[in-house]
DNA sequence: CCAGGTCAAGGGAGT
DNA sequence: ACTCCCTTGACCTGG
């Protein structure tokens, strides 16, 4: 069991401006239509080489488990980081990040955003959302890393459209068009609504049709277990991995560590506090909580008896 | 240097 | 019809 954590490291990232280590340089679009690719260039090679920092940091400190951000390379619909300026680079850079994190047994996602709609009818949706995924892929190619979900491009399905066979059944369709990348490396998530996909109807609907992986997430269960226990629902999810080590999601509830009933139950605390009991399966556990890496250690450490880091 | 306003995308939910 | 939220806050501007 590996504890990993999401997109951001708090102790690297909050050093001075200068010196900070992140792989989120961004920009908004007014700066992108005026600096263009160029620009998003020179921020997508520092990204790949913190991102290198960042596993590193990880390595000395025990850590085996990070989610990439997808922001790594901005704006990265609009061109091809083929064609980018300092693609030799990044290219160069990416390939010594994934081998030194295949080396070391670091296991590296992705978790691309919720613009995401495979189930959709437009056209244009599902352009976008191709291409989106696709990138995805093509990240994952660079960095070396397998076509399989240990390292998983995870996202919701994404709609229902009061009608959920028919929303799956565009989704697989879509799927079917996808690249070998990315096909092999998808998986699908339990929601948090009781109006979108609880874990067992990603199993019957998504699952049982393509065969790819479903993640399951403890904090989602509590808002849609389609009539599961958690133990039931984490070992549907875990079944469905064909021999690679299931990821699971872990948060909890913001709402009730800040004791302000204002915040809504979905939202993620900054801490976690209580022992993640995976009923003896050997999973990967994502720690989705605000401090990152801190909330991971501060966990590691009230836990220590019974937990390892890796 | 800082706080406050703003920011690509699609869908769902609350107003 | 409008607004906010979501993977994951970060960027930019005006003071």
Not at 64 to 72: L, T, W
Not at 113 to 141: A, C, W, Y
């Given at each position: 069991?590996?504890?990993?954590?999401?997109?951001?490291?708090?102790?690297?990232?909050?050093?001075?401006?200068?010196?900070?280590?992140?792989?989120?340089?961004?920009?908004?679009?007014?700066?992108?239509?005026?600096?263009?690719?160029?620009?998003?260039?020179?921020?997508?090679?520092?990204?790949?080489?913190?991102?290198?920092?960042?596993v590193?940091?990880n390595?000395?400190?025990?850590?085996?488990?990070?989610?990439?951000?997808?922001?790594?390379?901005?704006?990265?619909?609009?061109?091809?980081?083929?064609?980018?300026?300092?693609?030799?680079?990044?290219?160069?850079?990416?390939?010594?990040?994934?081998?030194?994190?295949?080396?070391?047994?670091?296991?590296?996602?992705?978790?691309?955003?919720?613009?995401?709609?495979?189930?959709?009818?437009?056209?244009?949706?599902?352009?976008?959302?191709?291409?989106?995924?696709?990138?995805?892929?093509?990240?994952?190619?660079?960095?070396?890393?397998?076509?399989?979900?240990?390292?998983?491009?995870?996202?919701?399905?994404?709609?229902?459209?009061?009608?959920?066979?028919?929303?799956?059944?565009?989704?697989?369709?879509?799927?079917?068009?996808?690249?070998?990348?990315?096909?092999?490396?998808l998986?699908?998530?339990?929601?948090?609504?009781?109006?979108?996909?609880?874990?067992?109807?990603l199993?019957?609907?998504?699952?049982?049709?393509?065969?790819?992986?479903?993640?399951?997430?403890?904090?989602?269960?509590?808002?849609?277990?389609?009539?599961?226990?958690?133990?039931?629902?984490?070992?549907?999810?875990?079944?469905?991995?064909?021999?690679?080590?299931?990821?699971?999601?872990?948060s909890?509830?913001?709402?009730?560590?800040?004791?302000?009933?204002?915040?809504?139950?979905?939202?993620?605390?900054?801490?976690?506090?209580?022992?993640?009991n995976?009923?003896?399966?050997?999973?990967?556990?994502?720690?989705?909580?605000?401090?990152?890496?801190?909330?991971?250690?501060?966990?590691?450490?009230?836990?220590?008896?019974?937990?390892?880091?890796?």
């Amino acid at each position: 069991v590996a504890l990993g954590y999401a997109c951001i490291n708090m102790s690297l990232d909050s050093l001075n401006k200068n010196a900070k280590v992140t792989t989120n340089r961004s920009m908004i679009k007014k700066t992108f239509v005026s600096r263009g690719s160029q620009y998003a260039s020179q921020l997508a090679l520092a990204n790949c080489q913190d991102l290198f920092k960042i596993v590193k940091w990880n390595e000395k400190m025990g850590i085996k488990f990070f989610r990439i951000s997808s922001e790594m390379f901005p704006w990265a619909s609009e061109y091809d980081i083929k064609t980018l300026p300092d693609y030799p680079e990044i290219r160069n850079t990416l390939e010594i990040v994934g081998k030194y994190a295949q080396s070391i047994g670091h296991r590296l996602t992705f978790h691309p955003g919720p613009f995401n709609k495979l189930p959709s009818d437009d056209p244009n949706v599902i352009n976008n959302t191709s291409r989106d995924l696709e990138i995805h892929g093509e990240v994952f190619d660079l960095l070396c890393l397998p076509q399989t979900p240990f390292a998983k491009i995870n996202i919701h399905v994404g709609a229902a459209y009061d009608d959920k066979g028919r929303a799956c059944k565009n989704f697989i369709r879509n799927f079917k068009n996808l690249s070998q990348s990315v096909r092999s490396r998808l998986t699908v998530e339990n929601d948090d609504k009781a109006s979108l996909y609880s874990t067992r109807e990603l199993y019957n609907m998504i699952y049982l049709e393509i065969g790819i992986p479903i993640v399951f997430d403890y904090h989602h269960h509590t808002f849609c277990t389609g009539d599961q226990t958690e133990q039931e629902a984490l070992e549907l999810a875990a079944s469905t991995w064909n021999g690679i080590k299931p990821v699971v999601h872990y948060s909890e509830s913001r709402s009730l560590e800040q004791k302000d009933p204002s915040i809504k139950p979905q939202a993620h605390s900054d801490y976690v506090y209580k022992y993640i009991n995976t009923y003896g399966n050997d999973v990967d556990i994502m720690i989705e909580a605000k401090e990152k890496e801190l909330a991971l250690l501060k966990y590691y450490k009230i836990h220590q008896d019974k937990v390892t880091l890796a």
